[in-house]
């Protein structure tokens, strides 16, 4: 039975890509890639089959990642019964997917990405901020805040798949 995350951004071109890709690269480490299906999605339709951003590409690329395959995707209802899990970027992005999950009887898991990372728990960080109208910078720390949730991430998914 394969396990199925899903990443959610709002517009799927840098958060939630970053997520989609680091977990599978993590995932193919841990010898878990053929037990989980990663991807992502965005709450609005602005970008949906576009690349990711070029800064997320240039930043993946930079910690050894490869983001050029990746294209913008919009979230619906059928991804709360067709997922096992769905990580949202930030409180707004989870009370979306509250809001499409009333009146379900059975639906993903639904929880913030940086839920997974220990430290940001403990600093009550939970929130994976917007590089979007940031610099180099911004989103080089996304990917490090996206890379240690995913490792806590794969933790957890070791006792479950």
Known sequence: MT??????????????P?????LRSMLADAGLAGR???DSAGTGDWHVGDGADPRTIAELKAAGYDGSAHRASQLDAAYLT????????????LRRLRSLARGLADHAELRLVREFDP??????TLE?????????EDFRRCRRE????????????RSVV
């Not at 951004?9 to 939630?16: E, F, L, M, Q, Y």
């Not at 970053?18 to 680091?22: F, V």
């Not at 067709?82 to 992005?93: M, N, T, Y």
């Not at 430290?119 to 009550?124: E, F, I, Q, R």
């Open 146 to 157: 996206v890379e240690a949730a995913c490792r806590g991430l794969v933790d957890r998914l």
């Open 119 to 124: 430290d940001a728990v403990a600093a009550g």
């Open 3 to 16: 396990y199925r995350v899903c990443f959610l951004c709002s517009g799927n071109i840098c958060r939630s």
């Open 128 to 136: 994976l901020d917007d590089p979007w109208y940031g610099d180099e």
């Open 82 to 93: 067709s997922r096992d899990l769905i990580l949202a970027a930030d409180e707004g992005h």
């Open 18 to 22: 970053m997520g989609e890709i680091i």
């Open 36 to 38: 989980v299906e990663v």
